[in-house]
């Protein structure tokens, strides 16, 4: 079903269009134990069983920069949990976009049992503008602008949209990413805080980090004293007392079924662990843990050289040659060792560095 009162949607081959029609902002209505209401968000109403597309309006503050947020809402006939996906925090990472504009296709509201939240791109400005990393208007990177600012910058009101109107009604959040346009990533896995949140969350987070099926999962080390300090997606919603997970599923800017399909199975596969659709999951049978990461940080800016004998997905020793950075006219400044052993999970793909980037994540194997 389509609001057209509220919004007319128009479909394109890689986005979707969608043209604003109010600016009131309503936070969602979560469905009641044994009747389910409409569900409210924003200025979408979907009633039981339906599916309403739309977006989520980011006003300007101050002559600002103003922005939207494309969401699909798929609401259930029956009652059940509410589930938030969100793509394209960072814009140019594109399988988990591309996944979510396959999803809807997939799922009947009417045999579903709960919510689903689908955001679609959560940061337009960094997908339009191509950008890694950051947003092309503020130079902030939204996976660290969590809770958000109402008043703030437009990656800041991004932020605070999502956390009020995607990840506070939420029951479990799924936050999607791929390896941005200058990283090689592999393998694809997924993720979840192991110390953030109560007994209880942190159960709830490892059962949808395991359903979700690859044969990767990290375990996120660290808790937070208050969402402010919760500045990651998923950081803030485990903090917030929702269950949570990441995912990491392709590369470079690269588009591709293998890279996409891990991710739409592995959602379906949560909404069948949590009886939301029905079926079996496909699940592996031992997935290889990583306990712990270390990250190296490039000390130079310049150019890098990621080390042809090695790849993202092999176990490397610590001090395995990984590359050099060279200034720009070619002069050695830095060789690039692994500090410690692990599965060589992130390695830069591409020519630019600058001081500080994080140039190489290692993973550490832990107990099954």
């Known amino acids: 079903?389509?609001?057209?009162?509220?919004?007319?949607?128009?479909?394109?081959?890689?986005?979707?269009?969608?043209?604003?029609?109010?600016?009131?902002?309503?936070?969602?209505?979560?469905?009641?134990?044994?009747?389910?209401?409409?569900?409210?968000?924003a200025q979408l109403v979907v009633e039981p069983g339906k599916m309403v597309q739309g977006e989520i309006i980011v006003n300007s503050v101050n002559g600002d920069t103003s922005t939207f947020i494309p969401v699909t809402v798929l609401h259930g006939s029956q009652e059940g949990?509410?589930?938030?996906?969100?793509?394209?925090?960072?814009?140019?990472?594109?399988?988990?976009?591309?996944?979510?504009?396959?999803?809807?296709?997939l799922v009947d509201p009417s045999n579903l049992s709960g919510t689903v939240?689908?955001?679609?791109?959560?940061?337009?400005?960094?997908?339009?503008?191509?950008?890694?990393?950051?947003?092309?208007?503020?130079?902030?990177?939204?996976?660290?602008?969590?809770?958000g600012n109402p008043s703030g910058t437009v990656t800041e009101r991004i932020a605070f949209e999502l956390t009020t109107h995607v990840i506070k009604p939420a029951n479990y959040v799924i936050d999607i990413h791929s390896g941005d346009a200058n990283e090689s990533l592999r393998p694809s896995y997924s993720a979840y805080y192991a110390e953030a949140g109560s007994e209880e969350v942190v159960r709830e987070s490892e059962r949808i980090a395991m359903a979700f099926g690859l044969s990767t999962v990290v375990q996120f080390a660290g808790s937070y004293d208050s969402v402010n300090d919760a500045i990651y997606t998923s950081a803030q919603?485990?903090?917030?007392?929702?269950?949570?997970m990441d995912v990491e599923s392709g590369e470079l800017g690269v588009i591709g079924d293998r890279y996409v399909s891990p991710i739409t199975k592995g959602v379906l596969n949560v909404m069948r662990e949590l009886d939301m659709i029905e079926g079996k999951l496909e699940l592996p049978e031992s997935p290889l843990i990583i306990a712990d990461r270390t990250r190296v940080y490039s000390e130079h800016s310049g150019i890098w050289y990621a080390d042809p004998l090695v790849r993202?997905?092999?176990?490397?020793?610590?001090?395995?040659?990984?590359?050099?950075?060279?200034?720009?006219?070619?002069?050695?400044?830095?060789?690039?060792?692994?500090?410690?052993?692990?599965?060589?999970?992130?390695?830069?793909?591409?020519?630019?560095v600058n001081t500080g980037d994080p140039i190489v994540v290692i993973g550490k194997v832990g107990e099954p």
């Not at 070619?330 to 630019?352: K, Q």
């Open 81 to 105: 949990p509410v589930l938030s996906l969100i793509a394209g925090v960072h814009g140019s990472e594109y399988s988990p976009i591309l996944s979510m504009q396959k999803l809807p296709l």
């Open 237 to 244: 919603a485990v903090t917030l007392g929702i269950p949570a």
């Open 1 to 41: 079903m389509r609001n057209v009162s509220a919004v007319r949607y128009c479909s394109l081959s890689f986005a979707l269009c969608l043209i604003m029609w109010t600016n009131t902002a309503v936070i969602a209505q979560v469905s009641t134990e044994n009747d389910p209401n409409p569900f409210v968000l």
């Open 312 to 352: 993202t997905g092999d176990y490397v020793t610590q001090g395995t040659r990984l590359g050099v950075i060279t200034d720009y006219f070619g002069n050695e400044l830095e060789t690039v060792t692994a500090p410690a052993s692990g599965v060589l999970l992130i390695l830069f793909g591409t020519p630019p």
């Open 117 to 147: 939240i689908i955001v679609h791109i959560a940061n337009m400005p960094a997908f339009t503008g191509r950008t890694i990393y950051f947003g092309p208007n503020d130079l902030k990177n939204l996976n660290r602008s969590f809770p």
